[in-house]
């Protein structure tokens, strides 16, 4: 299905911009011959508050203008994702339609499968071809309110949405743009031109015959759960279960104030004793049997063999002992994951492009969402 779009840009126009309830991550990249180059990247911390919603909004704000800065990045074109409760991918089989019958059975479909009313958000899907007599794909949706929501921070920020995509799927392409340089999107859309999912193709994710990619991102307030199969059907999960939970556990059972635990975890304090780190096993145990669990039912469902690693991303990932703790407990190899790792950095030798890899190298795990929303065209 032919796709209309907002405004008229060229390639390489946009910056990929991660709002997350800690920090706020933005990626510009460019695509040459050779694959995908980091031309700005920068993350901001918003300051934490107790006050009112409005509070929050005005430090989000203040955080996604000091990130602009930072990279130095004069676009106005930003691609967001959208994750949490609010946020529904699902895939969908039909008997063989015609196109003009297609956006009536996706609607009729999210209307079934989403766990909010469908009738108060944007749908959107994207055919996934594989020659058969049936017509397959995936649907996303997203309420009305968390895309306006998202909208007016990026507006008050002086920045235009000019598309939205889900954060499980830009991680998918992260990956797949930092493995094989190119990313194709056949999606179509009907009903919200700013959601907008992109999926990758199987052969540009296959990680082997019969090999899963598995990647988790694990923020402060979400931990998204991505896998892709070599049969090409994107999986996606957003546990509410995050790396806020976890520190805010520690801190209840040591007696601790949520800053001197970020402070251990992140290396910048002395090493705690070994009751802490008792308490940090406990806290992320919950988090440990959502993983497995999911990891159970995606297996059940045939769409795949059992995943045998687990790509580590996410703010929380650099937490000191998190990723070992889960290649312990996990039937997957886990692994932190730099993408950025297999993306070049177009630093130079000025300032500010030191600052900028130096950043990448250091927080390139907490970023993937931001590359993976750089990754995409309009």
Not at 248 to 268: F, H, P, R, Y
Request: proline letters at 4%.
């Amino acid at each position: 299905m032919g796709r209309k779009r907002l405004l008229d840009f060229g390639k390489g126009d946009v910056l990929g911009l991660d709002i997350g309830s800690f920090a706020v991550k933005i990626v510009r990249l460019r695509k040459d011959d050779a694959g995908y180059v980091v031309t700005g990247a920068g993350i901001a911390n918003i300051l934490p508050s107790e006050d009112s919603d409005n509070h929050r909004k005005i430090d989000t704000v203040k955080a996604i203008r000091q990130c602009l800065q930072l990279t130095g990045i004069k676009t106005e074109l930003a691609v967001c994702g959208l994750s949490g409760p609010e946020v529904a991918v699902r895939d969908f089989e039909f008997p063989l339609l015609p196109p003009e019958e297609i956006e009536g059975a996706v609607l009729l479909e999210a209307s079934q499968v989403c766990p909010f009313n469908s009738g108060d958000s944007a749908v959107d899907y994207q055919l996934i071809s594989d020659g058969d007599d049936k017509t397959r794909g995936v649907l996303v949706a997203a309420t009305n309110a968390l895309i306006k929501s998202r909208i007016q921070l990026v507006e008050e920020a002086s920045l235009k949405c000019v598309l939205m995509d889900i954060d499980g799927l830009a991680l998918l392409n992260c990956f797949n743009g930092a493995l094989n340089g190119n990313q194709k999107s056949q999606s179509g859309s009907f009903k919200s031109k700013t959601l907008e999912p992109s999926v990758p193709t199987p052969a540009e994710t296959s990680n082997g015959v019969g090999q899963a990619v598995a990647i988790l991102n694990v923020g402060s307030s979400y931990t998204t759960l991505a896998i892709m199969g070599d049969d090409g059907w994107p999986f996606i999960r957003d546990i509410t279960y995050a790396g806020d939970d976890i520190i805010k556990q520690i801190a209840t059972e040591n007696g601790m104030s949520t800053e001197a635990v970020k402070g251990i975890l992140s290396g910048d304090s002395a090493p705690a004793q070994t009751q802490f780190y008792d308490s940090f096993k406990k806290a992320c145990q919950k988090l440990i049997v959502d993983v497995a669990e999911t990891f159970r039912y995606y297996a059940a469902q045939e769409k795949s063999t059992l995943v045998d690693k687990i790509l580590v991303c996410g703010g929380f990932a650099l937490a000191k002992g998190f990723v070992e703790l889960l290649n312990s407990r996990l039937s997957a190899e886990a692994v932190l994951w730099n993408p950025f790792d297999k993306i070049r950095c177009d630093a130079g030798c000025n300032p500010r492009g030191i600052i900028q890899k130096n950043i990448l190298q250091k927080n390139g795990p907490a970023m993937a969402v931001a590359a993976g929303l750089a990754m995409r065209s309009i």
